[in-house]
């Protein structure tokens, strides 16, 4: 349809395809919500009252609003394919999402991105990227892959990549690394997303010179406060294991609404399944006081403004349109979902056509050499350890000290402190590379969990109470191709195979979701007390993220950016 032909279409020259008749229209460009029918003709609307038209729905007075829209997530988070996580997000209302392949870029460079890109065709959900833009994240682990300027230059026009994604590397930015320079050049017109968790201050300045608009690793409210000043949009991310609404709502008002919107960043098959997806986060927001329109504005069009996504984000004359049809404000029953004009889904259930995910053509992403590795047994050298100390719900950690137990000369797990062996083992060129240190917060009695989630590199990173028990779990975790395993006595007692890049499953989400709980409930067994396990594992590693986390290389300061011994003395 041109635009004369929209214009004749407008002023009701003849029928349009659809009609949604009475209809109260959560209008998130005026602010308001009026009565309102919605005239669509092709992929677009064209009025907002009665039209002729072929086909009529009557609303009977329900609510439209816009397709909801994630502005940062990593799809591979979720652990399915990009069809099967399509599946379910978009009854729940999710229209669009903008992903940062950055999980399956650190396996398998390139190749990885052109799987995702490959695999998010021909569905009824809007699937846009940002392209990775630290791969590895850091030096300070081994990643799978290295992607530089020039491997990003072949993406910079393609009309589903809209920008370079979270610049976590925020020390290389503030340095003026020519390497990370260079990137931000490849991208210059498009959006620049951040990731500096508690950057403030000139180094802040620094950051927003550079281009960056974005961040969504606050989690105090002056942090966030001191972000907005600046002129950075900031993401609310509340996902499985890093929870940020309750911190940072109260920041909103009236005069910057328009600069935050809401974001799932990391979400597990489980959350999407008993809680949904951005409808969740918009239904949550509503019931700690934020106003409707608000909070549906920063689920929809706050996020299209800020990725100059044309013709998304409104139920306007001349958007696409990619709507939901709402039972009411505050539960959030969605009705009717359409996606261009089309109805995808109805009542919680899908109706449109979806393909079976594609086949992966990936390589096998487990090569350990396990000779290399031998065990995982630390010489006392010393009489205090330092200890990665969890935090319930955050991806962050704390930097504590503790004494550390010595039998036969080796420093070892005391469980009754729950104080743990934590390990991590690269896992993609078979260098044998390994580190090993002490952690709490897991609490577990007998046992080991491992797992092939490990951002960002994505190595094997395992928990357990002894050698033997963690060497057996991370052994499992290679056996399956990747995925999740948990130990006792050196059995297995359950396992979540993730055979794409190790990241991800094949299998549909209900078969995704029985083997996570599985895991997570024999994780229970072992005396793990973290509401989720895996979720929380896969963060003990992410070296970006303050205070102290593991890699293949080493135990790491993420404060002072260094490498730290073991022992603290």
């Given at each position: 349809m041109?635009?004369?032909?929209?214009?004749?279409?407008?002023l009701?020259t003849?029928?349009?395809?659809?009609?949604?008749?009475?209809?109260?229209?959560?209008?998130?460009?005026?602010?308001?919500?009026?009565?309102?029918?919605?005239?669509?003709?092709?992929?677009?609307?064209?009025?907002?009252?009665?039209?002729?038209?072929?086909?009529?729905?009557?609303?009977?007075?329900?609510?439209?609003?816009?397709?909801?829209?994630?502005?940062?997530?990593?799809?591979?988070?979720?652990?399915?394919?990009?069809?099967?996580?399509?599946?379910?997000?978009?009854?729940?209302?999710?229209?669009?999402?903008?992903?940062d392949?950055?999980?399956?870029?650190?396996?398998?460079?390139?190749?990885?991105?052109r799987?995702?890109?490959?695999?998010?065709?021909?569905?009824?959900?809007?699937?846009?990227?940002?392209?990775?833009?630290?791969?590895?994240?850091?030096?300070?682990?081994?990643?799978?892959?290295?992607?530089?300027?020039?491997?990003?230059?072949?993406?910079?026009?393609?009309?589903?990549?809209?920008?370079?994604?979270?610049?976590?590397?925020?020390?290389?930015?503030?340095a003026?690394?020519?390497?990370?320079?260079?990137?931000?050049?490849?991208?210059?017109?498009?959006?620049?997303?951040?990731?500096?968790?508690?950057?403030?201050?000139?180094?802040?300045?620094?950051?927003?010179?550079?281009?960056?608009?974005?961040?969504?690793e606050c989690?105090?409210?002056?942090?966030?406060?001191?972000?907005?000043?600046?002129?950075m949009?900031?993401?609310?991310?509340?996902?499985?294991?890093?929870?940020?609404?309750?911190?940072?709502l109260?920041?909103?008002?009236?005069?910057?609404?328009r600069?935050?919107?809401?974001?799932?960043?990391d979400l597990?098959?489980?959350?999407?399944?008993?809680?949904?997806?951005?409808?969740?986060?918009?239904r949550?927001?509503?019931?700690?006081?934020?106003?409707?329109?608000?909070?549906i504005?920063?689920?929809?069009?706050?996020?299209?403004?800020?990725?100059?996504?044309?013709?998304?984000?409104?139920?306007?004359?001349?958007?696409?349109?990619?709507?939901?049809?709402?039972?009411?404000?505050?539960?959030?029953?969605?009705?009717?979902?359409?996606?261009?004009?089309?109805?995808?889904?109805?009542?919680?259930?899908?109706?449109?056509?979806?393909?079976?995910?594609?086949?992966?053509?990936?390589?096998?992403?487990?090569n350990?050499?396990?000779?290399k590795?031998?065990?995982?047994?630390?010489?006392?050298t010393?009489?205090?350890?330092?200890?990665?100390?969890?935090?319930?719900?955050?991806?962050?950690?704390?930097?504590?000290?503790?004494?550390?137990?010595?039998?036969?000369?080796?420093?070892?797990?005391?469980p009754?402190?729950?104080?743990?062996?934590?390990?991590?083992?690269?896992?993609?060129?078979?260098?044998?590379?390994?580190?090993?240190?002490?952690?709490?917060?897991?609490?577990?009695?007998?046992?080991?969990?491992?797992?092939?989630?490990?951002?960002?590199?994505?190595?094997?990173?395992?928990?357990?109470?002894?050698?033997?028990?963690?060497l057996?779990?991370?052994?499992?975790?290679?056996?399956?191709?990747?995925?999740?395993?948990?130990?006792?006595?050196?059995?297995?007692?359950?396992?979540?195979?993730?055979?794409?890049?190790?990241?991800?499953?094949?299998?549909?989400?209900?078969?995704?979701?029985?083997?996570?709980?599985?895991?997570?409930?024999?994780?229970?067994?072992?005396?793990?007390?973290?509401?989720?396990?895996?979720?929380?594992?896969?963060?003990?590693?992410?070296?970006?993220i303050?205070?102290?986390?593991?890699?293949?290389?080493?135990?790491?300061?993420?404060?002072?950016?260094?490498?730290?011994?073991?022992?603290?003395?």
């Amino acid at each position: 349809m041109d635009t004369a032909q929209r214009i004749g279409m407008a002023l009701g020259t003849r029928p349009v395809d659809l009609l949604l008749k009475n209809g109260r229209l959560v209008n998130v460009f005026s602010g308001e919500i009026h009565e309102a029918s919605v005239a669509i003709h092709g992929d677009r609307i064209v009025g907002l009252e009665d039209y002729d038209a072929v086909e009529t729905v009557d609303l009977e007075g329900r609510y439209i609003t816009p397709g909801f829209i994630d502005g940062h997530l990593h799809i591979e988070s979720t652990m399915l394919s990009i069809p099967e996580f399509a599946r379910h997000v978009v009854p729940r209302g999710t229209t669009t999402v903008i992903g940062d392949p950055h999980e399956i870029a650190n396996v398998h460079g390139v190749e990885g991105i052109r799987f995702m890109l490959d695999s998010s065709e021909g569905l009824p959900l809007r699937v846009f990227l940002m392209f990775p833009s630290c791969v590895p994240a850091t030096p300070f682990e081994t990643s799978g892959a290295h992607l530089t300027a020039k491997d990003m230059e072949p993406f910079k026009d393609h009309e589903r990549v809209l920008g370079l994604a979270e610049m976590m590397n925020f020390p290389g930015v503030l340095a003026a690394d020519p390497e990370i320079l260079a990137k931000i050049e490849v991208f210059r017109d498009k959006v620049l997303d951040g990731h500096a968790p508690g950057l403030v201050g000139k180094g802040l300045f620094a950051y927003v010179n550079a281009g960056i608009g974005s961040d969504h690793e606050c989690t105090q409210l002056e942090e966030a406060r001191a972000k907005l000043r600046a002129g950075m949009r900031i993401m609310i991310r509340e996902g499985s294991a890093a929870k940020n609404l309750d911190a940072l709502l109260p920041v909103i008002n009236a005069q910057n609404s328009r600069n935050c919107f809401l974001v799932t960043d990391d979400l597990d098959p489980r959350d999407i399944l008993e809680k949904g997806h951005l409808n969740n986060l918009v239904r949550t927001a509503i019931r700690k006081g934020l106003d409707p329109v608000t909070a549906i504005q920063m689920a929809s069009l706050n996020t299209a403004t800020y990725f100059k996504l044309k013709g998304l984000g409104a139920v306007l004359p001349g958007y696409l349109a990619d709507l939901l049809i709402l039972e009411d404000l505050k539960e959030l029953a969605i009705a009717r979902v359409y996606q261009g004009g089309r109805l995808v889904a109805r009542d919680g259930s899908l109706v449109a056509p979806i393909r079976p995910a594609a086949r992966t053509t990936l390589p096998g992403s487990m090569n350990v050499d396990w000779d290399k590795v031998g065990d995982l047994s630390i010489e006392a050298t010393g009489t205090t350890v330092r200890v990665i100390e969890v935090v319930p719900g955050q991806i962050v950690t704390k930097h504590a000290q503790d004494l550390a137990v010595v039998v036969n000369g080796k420093a070892v797990a005391d469980p009754d402190r729950d104080l743990l062996k934590m390990a991590v083992i690269e896992r993609h060129h078979g260098s044998g590379n390994f580190s090993v240190g002490f952690i709490r917060g897991f609490g577990l009695k007998h046992g080991a969990i491992a797992s092939t989630v490990g951002h960002d590199s994505h190595n094997i990173i395992v928990v357990g109470v002894n050698d033997r028990e963690m060497l057996a779990a991370a052994r499992e975790t290679a056996r399956m191709g990747g995925g999740f395993a948990v130990v006792r006595d050196g059995q297995l007692l359950a396992a979540l195979p993730l055979p794409i890049a190790g990241l991800m499953s094949d299998r549909p989400v209900e078969e995704v979701d029985r083997s996570l709980e599985g895991v997570v409930r024999a994780a229970r067994e072992l005396g793990c007390r973290l509401e989720a396990p895996f979720a929380t594992l896969s963060f003990m590693a992410l070296t970006p993220i303050p205070e102290l986390k593991l890699t293949d290389q080493g135990l790491f300061d993420s404060v002072n950016f260094r490498f730290v011994p073991l022992f603290a003395d």
